[in-house]
């Protein structure tokens, strides 16, 4: 019996093994996959939010409520509102009448409930003996292109 070796004729040579991938190509889109996902919430943001007008506030009840108090303080001269009126003082003697015309008549209502709070409220023209939401409701919608609110704040004690 003959004997025969094993041997292989060539010599084994191993060709290099590709290093493993630091995941350079993974790591690069996962991050993509990541701008993309906040890109898109940051653009549903934008579009969901309320509407703006001049000056970067929305033109909601409350902000107009809020421009309504800001006037008192200040105590002079027309300014912008954020329903596209204008609020305006005038003085008899030491007391301050706030006038804002181009109100919306549902934000004439929500506002007329802050304000007849905190001091006499005329809506139109008319000041009501009774506030009710009915009556606000009634007095606001009277008048076409915006109600015309005059607030006279109560005197600071």
Same mark, same amino acid.
């Given at each position: 019996?003959?004997? @025969? ?6 010599? %084994? ?14 790591? *690069? ?16 943001? *934008? ?11 929305? +033109?909601?009840?409350?902000? %107009? ?10 105590? &002079? ?5 954020? %329903?596209?009126?204008?609020?305006? @003082? ?7 009448? /706030? ?12 506002? &007329? ?6 001091? *006499? *409220?005329?809506?139109? &023209? ?6 009710? +939401? ?14 015309? /609110? ?8």
């Amino acid at each position: 019996m003959a004997t @025969t070796s094993a041997a292989h004729s060539k010599a %084994f040579i191993a060709t290099p093994a590709r290093p493993p991938s630091s995941g350079g190509k993974v790591k *690069l889109l996962a991050l993509a996959g990541i701008v993309a996902v906040v890109a898109a919430m940051g653009a549903a943001a *934008l579009m969901m939010r309320p509407q703006t007008l001049s000056g970067n506030v929305a +033109a909601t009840p409350e902000a %107009f409520a809020e421009q309504m108090e800001a006037a008192a303080h200040a105590g &002079g001269g027309p300014v912008p509102h954020v %329903f596209g009126g204008t609020i305006r @003082t005038e003085r008899n003697g030491s007391m301050l009448a /706030l006038v804002a015309d181009k109100v919306p008549p549902t934000a004439c209502v929500s506002v &007329g409930w802050k304000l007849v709070r905190k001091g *006499l *409220l005329s809506i139109n &023209g008319t000041m009501p003996l009774r506030v009710s +939401a009915a009556k606000l409701a009634d007095l606001c919608s009277q008048e076409d292109g915006g109600a015309v /609110l005059t607030w006279i704040p109560k005197p600071a004690q």
